[in-house]
């Protein structure tokens, strides 16, 4: 039915719903597992959707892994998420989990009809060409079952009079993925016998063209991870910068509702002004010098404390430490008697202007434009401030009223991460 010479020996959870298609995964992998030394163990995920539903699937799970002495890991979902796109990255995690336990791979019992299906769905969405390689192995995930049809499966089951139990969200409209596989892939196959194997075999071109592009992006290195935010560095050839960005949109960031217009403006971005930005999927996309640079969407960040009442080392989730210690980061001493009692430490805000060491004084967005720090990072950046005059950049630079001098008294220093480390 399947060739398990290649997992020979490895240690294999198999994820379990008590749906048709993963038991008999489970039930064939624990048919040959001695035969090809392969440490079986399962896992099943309680979404916590369908209530006692659900909880009944776990339960048949659990009964069939205890009766045929299957290790068994148990997950059970507590998010008010309901969305499909919740639900998956709560079930990956689960399955990372198994991994981390000790397992060598995870294996879903994803078949030849649910690759047409995310092969199609990709398509009609306006996926760029990575998103028709279809359903692959990857990440520790292995799919045993990807080249045998809904109709393999069902015989195997029917010959072996493997039980299941069914789920009735299945059988409904509801969701995209339910509406291609009702509608969609049984009139492509009566129009067209055997797309699905077609398809199949065109996803399997597609991810081998990825592969190459996946070496040649490794080889050109036009993938950094910076602080905060991930950079595409300038390449004119646009198949292959738009396969850069779709890897970073998709496997750093874990977008998968890209299309094949993002990409593109995206390597538009490259021309623009530097501090030209993109906004898409939740992420921004920023121009800097000589890349791309896409990153979480952050808002300014808000947060204020008088600066002597402050004592950690963390401000708003930044790491911050102001005392009389020269700790592990970018060190800044200054004279805590130069800092007036009404400071405070906030990140930037309109009209914040700055008096460098040595002298001269502008706007702290001029400056920080002079010390080339990049837009993402600016509102980012905690400061030592009294009104609009800002005493102190963390990790950049101390004005030069709070400077060191022959009438300090007591040198203090201000520790933090290094923001001119990513300059564009």
Same mark, same amino acid.
């Given at each position: ?44 995920? #309680?979404?916590?959707? =369908? ?5 009944k699937d776990s339960d048949f799970v659990k009964e069939w892994c205890k009766v045929n002495k299957i290790p068994l890991l148990f997950f059970k979902r507590t @998010?008010? #998420?309901?969305?499909? *796109? ?12 198994? &991994?981390?336990?000790?397992? #060598? ?31 692959? /192995?990857?990440?520790?995930?292995? =799919? ?5 049809? =809904? +109709?393999? $499966?069902?015989?195997? $089951? ?10 009735? @969200? ?10 291609? =596989? ?15 194997? !077609? &398809? ?9 063209? %990825? ?5 040649? &992006? !490794? ?9 905060? +935010? ?20 998709? %496997? ?26 993109? *906004? ?10 000589g890349k791309i640079v896409i990153a979480e969407r952050c808002e300014s960040i808000e947060g204020e404390i008088p600066f002597l009442q402050y004592s950690g ?15 592990? +980061? ?21 009209? /914040? ?12 967005? /001029? ?13 980012? $950046?905690?400061? $030592? !401030? ?17 400077? &060191? ?18 300059? %564009?």
């Amino acid at each position: 039915m399947v060739n398990l010479a290649k997992y020979a020996g490895l240690k294999i959870c198999v994820a379990v719903s008590g749906g048709r298609d993963s038991m008999a995964l489970l039930h064939f992998l624990n048919t040959h597992a001695r035969e090809y030394g392969i440490t079986l163990s399962a896992l099943n995920c #309680d979404h916590n959707i =369908r209530g006692e539903a659900s909880a009944k699937d776990s339960d048949f799970v659990k009964e069939w892994c205890k009766v045929n002495k299957i290790p068994l890991l148990f997950f059970k979902r507590t @998010s008010s #998420d309901k969305s499909e *796109e919740g639900a998956r990255r709560w079930r990956l995690s689960c399955y990372f989990k198994a &991994i981390e336990g000790g397992a #060598d791979a995870v294996a879903t019992a994803h078949h030849l009809n649910d690759n047409a299906e995310t092969v199609l769905f990709n398509l009609a969405r306006g996926s760029a060409l990575l998103g028709l390689e279809g359903i692959t /192995d990857g990440k520790g995930l292995i =799919r045993p079952f990807i080249s045998l049809s =809904r +109709g393999q $499966i069902d015989e195997y $089951i029917g010959q072996n009079n493997i039980p299941f139990v069914d789920d009735e @969200s299945n059988f409904t409209d509801d969701y995209t993925r339910n509406k291609i =596989r009702h509608n969609v892939i049984p009139n492509l196959e009566e129009a067209v016998p055997d797309a699905a194997k !077609a &398809i199949y075999r065109f996803s399997r071109l597609a991810a081998e063209d %990825e592969e190459y592009f996946t070496k040649l &992006i !490794a080889k050109l290195g036009l993938i950094k991870q910076t602080d905060g +935010g991930v950079a595409i560095f300038f390449c004119e050839e646009k198949v292959v910068f738009k396969r850069a960005a779709v890897k970073v949109i998709k %496997e750093i960031y874990g977008r998968k509702d890209y299309t094949s217009e993002q990409a593109e403006r995206l390597f538009n971005l490259q021309f623009a002004e530097n501090g030209k930005r993109f *906004e898409f999927l939740n992420l921004t996309a920023y121009k800097e010098d000589g890349k791309i640079v896409i990153a979480e969407r952050c808002e300014s960040i808000e947060g204020e404390i008088p600066f002597l009442q402050y004592s950690g080392e963390s401000f708003c989730g930044k790491f911050l430490s102001i005392s009389e210690k020269a700790g592990s +980061g970018k060190v800044l001493k200054f004279d805590l008697g130069a800092i007036p009692e009404t400071a405070v430490i906030r990140f930037m805000k309109s009209g /914040d202007k700055f008096r460098k060491f040595g002298g001269g004084t502008k706007s702290l967005g /001029d400056y920080f434009t002079d010390k080339k720090i990049p837009l993402r990072l600016r509102g980012q $950046i905690p400061l $030592i !401030a009294d009104g609009d005059e800002v005493l102190a950049v963390c990790g950049v630079e101390i004005s030069d009223k709070i400077k &060191i001098t022959q009438k300090t008294k007591k040198v203090f220093y201000i520790v933090c991460d290094d923001y001119t480390a990513d300059k %564009e």
